[in-house]
């Protein structure tokens, strides 16, 4: 079982940048697509960007193309979410999940999961 933890989360002000990190243990990380999904206060938790296993494929939502930036080192165990342009609609809990292989955008695809961690966005 792979254990992970997210960190980089905040406040910032709009139009700031965070850089949210997503460190495995456990097993190595490199099989496996690693997706970061987010959960507003009242919302369900969605998908907002994806990496495949080798890093070559990577798939974001509507809301955050342009502006987030998924990449990994697995030689680090590590995948990141470098967030610029941040809105106040961005601010939400932050979670990492990982699946075999390939990349997902359904949460039920993902078998394990982070804490989270919590990027607020002020106005």
């Known amino acids: 079982q792979v254990q992970l933890v997210e960190s980089g989360g905040g406040l910032v002000q709009a139009g700031g940048s965070l850089r949210l990190s997503c460190a495995a243990s456990?097993?190595?990380?490199?099989?496996?697509?690693v997706g970061w999904f987010r959960q507003a206060p009242g919302k369900e938790r969605e998908f907002v960007a994806a990496?495949?296993?080798?890093?070559?494929?990577?798939y974001y939502d509507d809301s955050v193309k342009g502006r987030f930036t998924i990449s990994r080192d697995n030689a680090k165990n590590t995948v990141y979410l470098q967030m610029n342009n941040l809105e106040p609609e961005d601010t939400a809990v932050y979670y990492c999940?990982?699946?075999?292989?390939?990349?997902?955008?359904?949460?039920?695809?993902?078998?394990?999961w982070g804490q989270g961690t919590q990027v607020t966005v002020s106005s």
């Open positions: 999940a990982t699946r075999s292989l390939n990349i997902a955008t359904s949460r039920m695809s993902y078998d394990s």
């Open positions: 456990g097993r190595t990380f490199s099989g496996y697509a």
């Open positions: 990496v495949n296993w080798s890093g070559t494929n990577k």
